[in-house]
Nanobody, 126 residues
Framework: VQLAESGGGLVQAGESLRLFCVAS???????????MAWYRQASGKQRELVAS???????QYADSVKGRFSSSRDNAKKTGYLKMDSLKPEDTGVYYC??????????????????WGRGTQVTVSS
């Protein structure tokens, strides 16, 4: 399964952005997406979890984004969203989408997947 992020850009502090993560099957068919998460990595820092959505519990957010970011997904469209409001310069970084679930192989077998996108740059100026 391939993931493609989009929606990043350059904004001023206080503005908003909406990121998109579209999942597509590479060979078979996506059967389900059990977990979809957003991570970010600032220059010189480790990648950190921003938001995590699973089927079994409410969405979890990093303390630094609670109340400002909102994550959602449309299972039918195989798309995840990250709405980011009241952006701060410290939100700057590359934002990555991660998704896990099951797909079918070309022969019809059910196989798990755990995929990452290539990321989209978010830059917030002060």
């Amino acid at each position: 399964v391939q993931l493609a992020e989009s929606g990043g850009g350059l904004v001023q502090a206080g503005e908003s952005l909406r990121l998109f993560c579209v999942a597509s099957a590479t060979s078979g068919t996506i059967v389900n997406i059990n977990t979809m998460a957003w991570y970010r990595q600032a220059s010189g820092k480790q990648r950190e979890l921003v938001a995590s959505m699973t089927d079994s519990r409410p969405t979890q957010y990093a303390d630094s984004v609670k109340g400002r970011f909102s994550s959602s997904r449309d299972n039918a469209k195989k798309t995840g969203y990250l709405k980011m409001d009241s952006l701060k310069p410290e939100d700057t970084g590359v934002y990555y989408c991660n998704a896990a679930g099951h797909e079918t192989s070309p022969m019809g077998a059910l196989i798990p997947f755990d995929s990452w996108g290539r990321g989209t740059q978010v830059t917030v100026s002060s």
